[in-house]
């Protein structure tokens, strides 16, 4: 929160304080059983309805840790199988692709 709104919503509670102290308190000559609940409710009800005059927003940041792409380059071209090494090509492709490891770090 800015410094402004948390002084805004600071002003609102002491300004509900005041008028539920001069209302209940401030040279009243007979004080009643429930005038200390008057009070906190009255200074309640004044400061919630100036929060929501303030209206305060909150900022919520989410972190999320995602898993990065790898990628894996294979040569298509024709040199592969004149030096018949395609079945060589496959198993090194299909032990990446089974590999714990690189599985749980890499999408």
């Not at 294979?74 to 492709?93: A, C, H, L, Q, R």
């Amino acid at each position: 929160m800015q410094t402004t709104t948390i002084l805004y919503i600071l002003f609102s509670l002491l300004l509900g304080l005041l008028v539920a102290y001069f209302q209940y308190y401030y040279k009243v000559k007979n004080k009643l059983k429930v005038t200390g609940l008057l009070f906190v409710l009255k200074t309640m009800s004044l400061f919630l309805l100036l929060l929501l005059l303030i209206n305060p927003t909150i900022e919520k940041m989410e972190i999320e840790n995602e898993k990065p792409t790898l990628s894996v380059l294979v040569d298509n071209s024709k040199s592969v199988s004149f030096f018949k090494e395609g079945k060589n090509v496959t198993d090194i492709v299909s032990s990446l692709q089974n590999n714990r490891d690189l599985t749980t770090k890499f999408f």
